[in-house]
């Protein structure tokens, strides 16, 4: 053989011990990650870190482009950069025996510093999976690399053939993913043991009845038109936003809620069933994210069940600023590390701010934030929707900034009066003649007063409401528009019950929400 396939041989086989030895690397870190906790596994820590780090606007991007696939994008993306750079290092481990591994180790401290440095992270030992998994991937690239000869050496081989120890080698590397296939579904599935029981105990939830009911949905809030939005979101279809690579799966059983901090004077710890045994509230409520482009899918309604939270924190002794408490802002923390204030006046105002049990009468999907997670009408969600609860801190707006708002948005975001066209769809063909146009307008906690609808450069038209369920809900109109034959622009406006007319002037959603109007451009044949 000449010696540049030669050389070329033994760069694949290289390749090849590289991208065994980051198979093993992620397995055997995923099967010591089950000792420490499973967030500390590798790829869930370096994507965490990643999106902590990730600007808004590459966030909104990804959420826009990928939804709620946008984490399994980024852990593909996750490993397959990794495998790319264990074939690399691979490629190069015969030339340099010691220094290919040693590159690995590299690769683990990057995920051991991704791991400790996230915000959930209890500390130093979530470093160890990494770690852990990098040596073994070292030990096993310096073998492999060993039984393949360095490009020096090649000529000076004995006899026919490649000069690879071929027996040596197929048995390591047989040997290693042997081994790596065995030791990642254990790790996954001793994981997946906890996942099952904190499955189990929310199986096992059975929700008390209401002391106070929603009150009944009136006649008509639903329309029911072909193609608008129902008026009460299932929760499979509702919206989902968060940081969370992987749900967190919390056991109820285990589960506490400690408010604590500024000028409160009976600090609390409350379990699971402690709040089941208060008089819980259902309520009709649309929560929005910020991230929300005009006219976009992240706005959602449905029923609440859950304890007020303004009962709650009387009865730790807060107060409202108003009435001379010392704290302006209410300090959510979740099980994952999120953090998101909220303004304190807001939460005992008199509206249904909730510590949420339950979701369309159902303990809340894990999705959504089981067991518990809070709401507060007329909120933008990062400042006030908290998903897995386990923390409340009463502190000032001064003191500290949440999560989102040292990533620029604005500690305090009320929601946007705003109106949706559902349809016709964009760029829709309809027929020339009665056409109705229909969607959604949402204005929580002021209430929807009108919705008009303009054509083209034409009058804005009064559209027809459907019946008020409540302020914190959204409202469905229609408009019955006489179809003429061309290309239109359909633009739709809501003005809420303060009298205020949703703007035209355009905005982005950093840092407060997006304004404008939404519009829709269909042909008429
Ligand atoms: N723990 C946690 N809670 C969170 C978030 C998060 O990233 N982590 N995102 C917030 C945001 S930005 C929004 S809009 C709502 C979305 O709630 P949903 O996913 O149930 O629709 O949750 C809020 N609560
Ligand atoms: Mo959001």
Redesign the pocket.
Known sequence: MRTWRKSLLHAALGALSGLVAGYVALAVAELTAVAVRPEAGPVTAVGGAAIDRTPAAVKVWAIRNFGADDKLVLRLGIVAVLALFAMALGALAPRFRRAAPAGVLVFGAVGALAATSRPDSPGALDAVPSLVGAVAAAVVLYLLASRLPSPGAAAAMPGEGSGVDRRGFVLGLAGATAAAAVAGPLGRSLNAADAERAAESRAGVRLPAPASPAPPLPRGVDLKLPGLTPFTTPARD???????LTVPRVDVGGWRLRVHGRGVGKPLTVTFQDLLRRPLIERDTT?????NEVGGP?V?TARWLGVPLADVLREAGVRAPSRGGPADQLVAR?V?G?T?GTPVETVLDGRDALLAVGMNGAPLPF???FPV?MLVPGL???AS????IKDIELTTFDAYDPY?VRRDWAAKAPVKTQSRIDTPKPFANVKAGAVTVAGVAWAQHKGVDGVEVRVDDGDWQRAELAAEAGVDTWRQWSFAWRATPGTHALHVRATDRTGYVQTAERTRTIPDGASGRHSVVVTVA
């Open positions: 509702f919206y989902r936003v968060d940081t969370a929560l929005t994210c910020v991230s992240y959602g979740s994952d999120m998101l999705e959504h934030g997670r933008f969600g990062y929707a908290c998903k897995w989102w």
